[in-house]
């Protein structure tokens, strides 16, 4: 299934959302879900963090494709490839909806106490650095 993710900065701080479904329920993960038929990943991106956060966003750019594939033994449970964007917040006051639990805005030194998987702290660490790149 093709996913979709975003890392929105507001300031110096990024979104993260407490997953309200799994996989990975309860934990704190870059935002997104599954693009719907018909929907570009432009689109797909805008709704899921309207859905997930209420905010309104600008993409940037493409930072990371990551595949995430959960076995149980030979069988496999789910696999995604999560197209991960760069976007900054427009406006909106963030909430939790949809399938969120909570929401938060975190700063790039938080990344260690947060356990978040080590492929989501390396898109974020990627979106930081496109973001700051003197090319933007």
Same mark, same amino acid.
């Given at each position: 299934?093709?996913?979709?993710?975003?890392?929105?900065?507001?300031?110096?701080?990024?979104?993260?959302?407490?997953?309200?479904?799994?996989?990975?329920?309860?934990?704190?993960?870059?935002? &997104?879900?599954?693009?719907?038929?018909?929907? =570009? %990943?432009?689109?797909?991106? $805008?709704?899921?963090?309207?859905? *997930? !956060?209420?905010?309104?966003?600008?993409?940037?750019?493409?930072?990371?494709?990551?595949?995430?594939?959960?076995?149980? &033994?030979?069988?496999?449970?789910?696999?995604? =490839? %999560?197209?991960?964007?760069? $976007?900054?917040?427009?406006?909106? *006051? !963030?909430?939790?909806?949809?399938?969120?639990?909570?929401?938060?805005?975190?700063?790039?030194?938080?990344?260690?106490?947060?356990?978040?998987?080590?492929?989501?702290?390396? %898109?974020?660490?990627?979106? $930081?650095?496109?973001?700051?790149?003197?090319?933007?």
């Amino acid at each position: 299934m093709v996913a979709v993710g975003a890392i929105v900065w507001k300031g110096d701080k990024f979104l993260l959302i407490r997953r309200g479904r799994p996989p990975r329920q309860g934990q704190w993960s870059i935002p &997104g879900g599954r693009q719907e038929a018909g929907e =570009t %990943v432009y689109q797909a991106v $805008a709704r899921e963090i309207r859905e *997930e !956060a209420g905010i309104e966003i600008e993409i940037m750019e493409v930072v990371a494709v990551v595949d995430l594939i959960e076995h149980q &033994g030979d069988e496999v449970l789910y696999h995604y =490839t %999560v197209i991960d964007m760069l $976007a900054e917040w427009r406006s909106g *006051e !963030a909430k939790a909806g949809d399938d969120a639990l909570a929401i938060a805005w975190m700063t790039e030194a938080q990344l260690p106490e947060l356990e978040l998987p080590d492929a989501q702290c390396q %898109v974020i660490r990627d979106a $930081a650095t496109k973001r700051r790149s003197p090319s933007r």
